[in-house]
């Protein structure tokens, strides 16, 4: 398996470099597979792994991304540093929702809305924050710096991308072997039995919830210094958690390759309804294919597309 995956990555690091055969709508598309891949992986680690059903990874996602533009922008502190203080910030709300959260008991659905209510009040508040832009938006000038993760060439948003969806998944894939990853699976598949043989339970989801919402800060740089602008009802609204948790739910949560199948798999479906249903009037109705696509996986692999298909390999 580690040799299939080394080839894989070096094929993937390949490709650009035949523009022939891969040109720059192939760049884009599988720069978003691999951004996407990369946040379903962050949020894999308390959503996949610990079983605590996050619907709220926008708000990490948007706090790191207006984190280090601000920085950027108003400071001139480079991209570079300022995604780590963007990944910081989000960890602190992620330990904030995962205290009251954990402390308190909530567990299924009702974590899901405490989780959604916090992506809420920060789309909010955001929205109501002149010195952020507010509701118009928070606008990147176009230097082509890289120092300032500004590039002329889209091929080096590609490999950044590519590099951090190979760096969380060898994090999930180092945290799976160890004792950590292994209370998580267990808390996941029984609690109150992980309690009972004295596991803690709350410092387990705690560490994967700030892990989790770090790595996804960490992501908002990205985010940020690819589309160059950032609307509070994009960054932090409910259909871009969809966008986060889907991958993971579709490719395989709790497993180290499931959210990168499912990125792979969501990712070009995303932008061919997005293109299909733009043309048609219908915008935000490539959410509806999500939902038929969800409703197919539960119904006929539940447990998703990657472990049916490594069945079927290993057979």
Not at 80 to 105: D, E, K, Q, T
Not at 170 to 183: D, H, T, W
Not at 204 to 232: D, E, R
Not at 281 to 309: K, N
């Amino acid at each position: 398996m580690r040799l299939i995956v080394v080839a894989a990555v070096a094929l993937l690091a390949a490709l650009p470099l035949v523009p022939s055969v891969f040109g720059s709508y192939a760049v884009t598309l599988f720069t978003l597979i691999f951004f996407y891949g990369f946040l379903g992986q962050a949020w894999n680690v308390v959503g996949g792994y610990a079983g605590q059903l996050s619907a709220g990874h926008a708000a990490f996602l948007g706090i790191g991304a207006y984190t280090s533009a601000v920085l950027s922008v108003e400071r001139g502190i480079t991209p570079w540093l300022g995604m780590f203080a963007g990944g910081a910030l989000a960890s602190v709300l992620g330990a904030l929702i995962g205290f009251l959260g954990f402390r308190f008991g909530l567990r299924g659905f009702y974590f899901v809305l405490l989780t959604v209510a916090f992506a809420e009040i920060c789309r909010i508040i955001a929205s109501n924050t002149d010195a952020i832009g507010g509701a118009v938006g928070y606008y990147i000038t176009f230097t082509g710096d890289p120092r300032q993760f500004q590039f002329q060439d889209a091929r080096a948003y590609y490999y950044i991308a590519l590099a951090l969806m190979v760096a969380v998944t060898a994090i999930v894939a180092s945290l799976e072997r160890q004792r950590f990853g292994l209370y998580l699976s267990a808390i996941r598949e029984d609690e109150g039995a992980c309690e009972a043989l004295g596991v803690n339970t709350f410092r387990y989801k705690m560490l994967a919830m700030v892990l989790s919402s770090f790595l996804t800060g960490v992501g908002g740089a990205f985010y940020a210094f690819y589309l160059f602008s950032l609307q509070p009802a994009s960054v932090f609204g409910i259909p871009q958690s969809v966008e986060i948790i889907i991958r993971a739910v579709v490719g395989g949560a709790g497993t180290v390759f499931g959210p990168i199948l499912g990125s792979f798999i969501l990712s070009p479906l995303a932008e061919v309804a997005r293109h299909y249903f733009a043309q048609s009037g219908w915008h935000g109705a490539h959410l509806i294919a999500y939902g038929i696509l969800l409703i197919a996986v539960v119904l006929f692999l539940p447990e998703g597309a990657y472990p049916r298909l490594a069945r079927l390999f290993r057979r």
